[in-house]
């Protein structure tokens, strides 16, 4: 599935000046998705970063929209690997990525309200 990915704009990545908190829920998970989205590689959290694209560049991460459903890969590749659990896996994620998102948010909302 590598393939799909080098489809995808080159400018998927996380930019270096945009940090991303440890305190934030998920952050290890979104931070490996970009360092995947980087290197090409389809994993669930690159997939997971996918799904996020547009609520993510609204909170200032620079990552495209893919040329396919994010959402149906992610959920192949975990249906591959935890057969019929991976639904359960699925909604986990996305709950993960909306709660990194909210957090995301309300921490940049108080970092505008302290300037």
């Known amino acids: 599935m590598r393939g799909a990915l080098a489809r995808l704009p080159s400018s998927v990545y996380l930019d270096p000046m945009v940090e991303i908190s440890d305190a ?3 952050a290890d998970v979104i931070r490996e998705g970009f360092r995947d989205l ?4 389809e994993s669930v959290p690159a997939l997971l970063v996918l799904i996020g694209a547009p609520r993510l560049r609204e909170l200032g991460y620079d990552v495209e929209d893919p040329p396919y459903l994010p959402e149906d890969r992610l959920y192949e590749k ?3 690997s935890h057969g019929d659990g991976a639904h359960s896996q ?3 994620l996305i709950r993960l990525l909306v709660s990194f998102e909210r957090a995301s948010e309300q921490a940049e909302t108080r970092d505008r309200l302290a300037d």
């Open 24 to 26: 934030l829920p998920g």
């Open 38 to 41: 980087e290197a090409g590689v």
């Open 78 to 80: 975990l249906a591959l």
């Open 90 to 92: 699925y909604n986990s």
